[in-house]
């Protein structure tokens, strides 16, 4: 059975840090690109952040950049998302995703998605 399962989020104040982990079993998950993304309330769903099963290159939305952090650990089979300076605007659940393709962006058709963990920054 594939899984792709969030883990680390919580409540943090403005200005606090979380590190997120997606978790994956049941696929050979070197073969993977991963991205994150997130949903507040009434909003759209977006894109955070995405790394290559390639190269682990990395993409970063615009508003994060120099605040957040991918990487991966293939020998754990999961990804990271290392997220410093958080902001109340950050609150939202945050999702991985897994494409099987060595280069992915966020509008890319992702096979898997996880259930989300939910991060909440406290002003």
Not at 44 to 66: A, F, L, N, P
Not at 70 to 96: F, G, H, W
Request: glycine residues 10%; charged residues 15%.
């Amino acid at each position: 059975q594939v899984q792709f399962v969030e883990s680390g989020g919580g409540l943090v104040q403005s200005g606090g840090s979380l590190r997120l982990s997606c978790a994956a079993s049941g696929v050979i998950f070197s073969y993977y690109s991963i991205g994150w993304f997130r949903q507040a309330p009434g909003n759209e769903r977006e894109g955070v952040s995405c790394i290559s099963s390639r190269d682990s290159r990395s993409y970063y939305t615009e508003s994060v950049k120099g605040r957040f952090t991918i990487s991966r650990d293939n020998a754990k089979n999961t990804v990271y998302l290392q997220m410093n300076s958080l902001r109340p605007e950050d609150t939202a659940i945050y999702y991985c995703a897994a494409a099987q393709h060595p280069y992915i962006d966020f509008k890319w058709e992702y096979n898997y998605w996880g259930q989300g963990t939910q991060v909440t920054v406290s002003s």
